[in-house]
């Protein structure tokens, strides 16, 4: 534990914690908005399912190289500075989507938002880990992944809802106001001595050796596997949160202003699920066995073509997700624990950047496989199916030394 997480209190702590959790609910508000108002937006540029899925994969391309660069550049200058600059950067660009004319325009914007946004994850992450004891990181790192699904849920209704009364343009602006809201109370809860040591960069040394031995993360036994995981499960996680809304529109003939009242389950199943497996791993339970659990509800997500109605999609959509969130607390806790305390934002952003590709290679075969044939069940078994092979590898891995046996888990 570093010295200035000890001398936190242990709600300061939490505090600290809560709100860098908000910070990933803020970066899914805006980046959630154009899936939640895909049919109208799409329908009025012209745009068919194939380029929908390039632009479901722009925000993804450039999170594929942003976060490993964010994750450096966090370790070096600290999450509470790096985190303000990366909001408002990102806040002004989710707000230009509102004045795009076409795909062109609105694919360059979707690039704009993922380099901005890169910072999200391994800038929050590295807070919850610098704030929290170690025997309370693998919850705090489960309520850490309750930010990205709270803003999932958040932003249709709420997109949707803007959009139904003044145009989807206005959505855009309108979402991108709530990432403002969230820099003052970032700057206060992190204002205090103990706070500031807390997150402070490293010392100049320190940060050479940051920059020096980043590449021998990528062969880390802990990183390896996680990145096994992570390609498994992201895939039913970017298809329920970018393709939900145009699954309820084609298969069950709702209306494109309707589909905000349905949108909210799965990523609310997401929270408890990564609340839950991150509560259950920190009470000592072994995690291999709750990452098969966790592993074995993502792939449900099988069966959302045989449900019967949208609330039975969503519902069944939202077990899957549950899933997805327990794997990806579990295995998101485990590989903290395992690197340098000094290379945790990096370690973050590796990982975020291979769920970038898998977000990447599922988005554009969903928008070609969906453009030629509308088989929205087929595309379901496949993706459930491919969840199998890669946790089997996350159980089968063996985890390798830990780098800081206090924090390790069973």
Known sequence: MTQGAASLSRREAWVLSLVATLTMAVSYVDRQTLAAVAPDVTRDLGIDDERYGWLASAFSIAYLVGPPLAGRWLDRVGARRGLVVSVLIWSVVAALHAVAPGFAMLFALRLALGLAESPSFPGAAQAVERALPPGERAFGLGVLFTGSSIGAAIAPPLAVGIAARYGWRAAFVGTAVVGLAWVPL????????????????????????????????????????????????????????????????????????????????????????????????????????????????????????CS?????????????????????ALL???????????????????????????????????????????????????????????????????????????????
């Not at 019967?308 to 990806?328: C, E, I, K, L, R």
């Open 308 to 328: 019967s109605g949208p609330w039975a999609t969503v519902a069944v959509a939202g077990v899957a997700m549950a899933g997805g969130g327990g794997a990806f």
């Open 332 to 410: 998101t806790s485990e590989l903290l624990s395992s690197v340098p305390r000094d290379r945790v934002s990096s370690a973050g952003g590796i990982t975020a950047a291979a769920q970038s590709l898998a977000y990447i290679v599922a988005n554009l075969a969903l928008g070609r496989w969906l453009a030629r044939t509308h088989r929205w069940d087929v595309a379901c078994v496949a993706l459930a199916l491919w969840v199998v092979p890669g946790c089997l590898a996350w159980l089968v891995w063996p985890r390798g030394r830990a780098e800081r046996p206090a924090d390790a888990a069973g």
């Open 186 to 305: 970032w700057l206060r809860v992190t204002r205090s001595a103990a706070a500031r040591r807390a997150l402070a960069k490293p010392s100049e040394a320190a940060s050479v050796e940051v920059a020096a031995s980043a590449r021998s993360l990528l062969a880390h036994p802990a990183v390896l596997r996680a990145i096994c995981a992570v390609l498994a499960t992201a895939p039913i996680i970017a298809f329920f949160l970018l393709w939900s809304s145009k699954l309820l529109v084609a298969v069950h003939g709702l209306r494109p202003s309707e589909v905000g009242r349905y949108l909210w389950l799965p990523p609310v199943l997401f929270d408890v699920g990564s609340v839950a497996f991150g509560w259950l791993a920190s009470r000592g339970r072994s995690r291999r066995v709750l990452f098969a659990a966790a592993s074995a509800l993502a792939v449900t997500a099988g069966f959302v073509g």
